[in-house]
């Protein structure tokens, strides 16, 4: 059965945004293909706070096929540092958890 299991195969775990600004917000694509034997099923993906909005482009990925989870980050009222955690839960059984990262930090606005 484990010759046959999906296989997750992401290259970036981890996007760092840099510096950006209070109320502002920024995306990115973590891309990832399906290389093993049968379908692989994004199940879950849950953000670390609801400043994190995640999407998976596709729930179901043929063997083969690459797909997409969209990260949109959104600074609000946040300063300094921000590390937040993107759990997706897969049928893929060396790696049924896996956790991305989106980092950076958010400027103190100016106060003129």
């Known amino acids: 059965q484990l010759a046959n299991a999906p296989i997750i195969d992401i290259k970036e775990r981890v996007f760092d945004f840099g510096k950006i600004k209070q109320k502002a917000s920024v995306e990115h694509s973590f891309t990832f293909t399906n290389s093993g034997k049968s379908d692989l099923i994004i199940r879950k993906v849950n953000s670390s706070c609801g400043c994190t909005a995640v ?17 949109v980050f959104s600074s609000g009222t946040r300063v300094g540092r921000q590390n937040k955690s993107i759990t997706v839960i897969t049928n893929d059984p060396k790696s049924p958890n896996l956790v991305l990262r ?3 930090e ?3 606005p100016s106060t003129e």
Do not use: R
């Open 55 to 71: 999407s998976p482009k596709e729930k179901v990925i043929k063997p083969g096929q690459s797909s997409s989870i969209k990260a």
């Open 102 to 104: 989106v980092t950076g």
């Open 106 to 108: 958010v400027e103190v």
